[in-house]
């Protein structure tokens, strides 16, 4: 299965108290799994270090309908972070890593319970429990403002889900408080030619449908 072009979240450091959703469905053996699933909500609340550490509070619901254990959660961000750190469920943190499922590298990934971005940790928790937290990010310098893109989880011991025990949600923004959101550059073009216009990107989905505004700074 291919991975699906990314929009970015930009974050303005003046920002304080936005926040936003992201809703991950399932991929298991590179095929679509919607038994296995996670909505996970991020908040910025505010920079500190003269403005070169953004902060955050996340909180996940596993709502997969079969055996799912989510054991992390990763996202690219420009500019790439020097540093990162993380608590509450998820106490590990990394700098660049790779995702199985052919997702290829993330440049920022919490887990639990050790192991890597790829997987191997013992942590997370199972189908209807929530888990959260706080993670904050260093920059080399001072940001006014931060994208965010790519946004995938890791989960293991999955069962009831043909080709294979272990996978990754792939996320979609679908709410948020106005979201300032931004197409990657080829996503410009193919919106701009085929639609006339910037709109808002419907994802169906098996027990919900969600929006992800498109708006301009």
């Known amino acids: 299965m291919a991975v699906p072009a990314p929009a ?4 303005n450091s003046s920002n304080v108290g936005y926040s936003f959703t992201v809703d991950y469905l399932g991929q298991v053996g590179g095929n679509a799994a919607p038994q296995v699933s996670a909505l996970g909500t991020f908040t910025f609340n505010g920079v500190t270090n003269n403005g070169q550490t953004y902060n955050f509070g996340y909180s996940f619901l596993n709502d997969s309908t ?21 608590t509450g469920e998820f106490n590990n943190s990394y700098i660049g890593g790779n995702y ?11 887990t639990d319970g050790g192991g890597s971005c790829a997987g ?3 942590g997370g928790f199972y189908q209807g429990n929530t888990g959260s937290g706080t993670f904050a990010l260093s920059f ?20 009831g889900v043909s080709g294979g025990t272990s996978g990754i949600g792939l996320g979609s923004v679908v ?8 197409p990657e550059p080829g996503s410009w073009l193919m919106m701009l030619g085929g639609f006339g216009l910037i709109g808002g990107i419907m994802r169906r989905r098996h027990r919900r449908v969600g929006f992800a505004t498109v708006q301009g700074r």
């Open 140 to 159: 080399a310098q001072v940001m006014e403002s931060v994208s965010f893109d790519s946004f995938v989880t890791r989960f293991q011991s999955i069962s």
């Open 8 to 11: 970015a979240v930009i974050v």
């Open 175 to 182: 709410q948020g408080g106005s979201p300032i959101t931004a």
């Open 120 to 122: 191997g940790g013992s």
């Open 100 to 110: 199985p499922e052919g997702y290829g590298s993330v440049d920022v990934c919490f």
């Open 66 to 86: 079969t055996t799912a254990r989510l054991s992390g959660f990763a996202f690219n961000t420009n500019p790439n972070p020097t540093g990162a750190q993380v």
